[in-house]
């Protein structure tokens, strides 16, 4: 606790952002709290007339492109019926239980392994691997806080600003590493998958690590947020179909991440991103030049 708050102290900005998510600031309209979030965490001014870098231009999409069916996309329950319409429902994990409050999840009734995750936040989840190691006090106080989260607050990323809190139970799944899945994100611009990134290595000493690879699966030199890996992960044997499904998932947005995994062989879809980072940890100026023209 005191290195946090030392930490608070010793940077103004982030003292400021910390402010910033008092409820006190929900007046402020998504413009104004997305313009003076940008200014504390880049240190310079938001351009939204004619945004330039990735970071400007998914601010811009967060105030300005604002479809319904959005709030179902972000959704993890409900944009599984989308993907299954589109691509089938054999590439989706296999839902164990979906559930509204911690109270309703029966455990008895549960795999040894499985995985919790609330279907409106991003970054939150409970990995299972052994049931009779579980801590159901620290859990529940876990997972109600999840409930209670209303993500749209901490970024304005409008979407989640209606999503019904749910919990998700998914079956847990490990790939040939046997320790983790690697994520593979495709990024699609106007419908077409331009690049791509991988994370692996999140239960390492060292933490996560992400890398970009072309459409062609060549290495890319950007970094997002994460450091490198320093190897070349091999192609995934459902690379194709993984663009083939992005492409078809993200048609007619002008941008969407679609997460995959691939487990044994098998494609898995992971779900669908509007704002990576929230515009705040993206890869520099570059990805835009290569990627994303605006006429």
Excluded at 18 to 33: A, H, M, P, T, W
Excluded at 233 to 253: C, D, G, N, W
Aim: with cysteine.
């Amino acid at each position: 606790m005191l290195k946090k708050a030392l930490k608070l102290i010793n940077n103004p900005r982030l003292l400021a952002l910390r402010f910033l998510q008092l409820k006190v600031f929900r007046i402020l309209s998504d413009e104004k709290y997305i313009e003076l979030e940008y200014r504390l965490r880049l240190g310079k001014h938001l351009i939204l007339d004619n945004p330039k870098s990735f970071n400007e231009k998914l601010q811009w999409l967060k105030l300005y492109d604002r479809r319904p069916e959005y709030t179902m996309m972000v959704d993890k329950y409900e944009v599984r019926k989308y993907v299954a319409e589109k691509i089938g429902e054999e590439y989706l994990i296999p839902l164990l239980g979906v559930y509204d409050s911690f109270d309703e999840i029966d455990f008895s009734k549960l795999p040894d392994q499985f995985v919790l995750k609330p279907n409106h936040t991003s970054g939150n989840v409970f990995i299972c691997k052994d049931k009779s190691k579980i801590n159901y006090a620290l859990l529940s106080k876990e997972v109600n806080a999840w409930m209670k989260r209303r993500y749209y607050w901490v970024h304005r990323e409008w979407p989640y600003k209606n999503v019904k809190p749910r919990i998700l139970c998914e079956e847990y799944m490990v790939d040939e590493s046997k320790r983790e899945l690697r994520d593979y994100k495709l990024l699609c611009f106007g419908g077409k998958v331009m690049c791509s990134f991988v994370c692996l290595n999140r239960n390492s000493d060292n933490g996560l690590n992400v890398d970009f690879y072309d459409i062609d699966w060549n290495p890319m030199p950007f970094e997002r947020h994460y450091p490198r890996s320093g190897t070349i992960t091999p192609k995934p044997k459902t690379y194709e179909k993984m663009v083939e499904f992005a492409e078809i998932l993200s048609k007619s947005f002008p941008f969407v991440r679609v997460d995959f995994y691939e487990v044994y062989g098998q494609l898995y879809f992971g779900e669908l991103t509007f704002y990576p980072g929230s515009g705040w940890r993206n890869s520099r100026r570059s990805l835009t030049t290569i990627c994303w023209e605006v006429g």
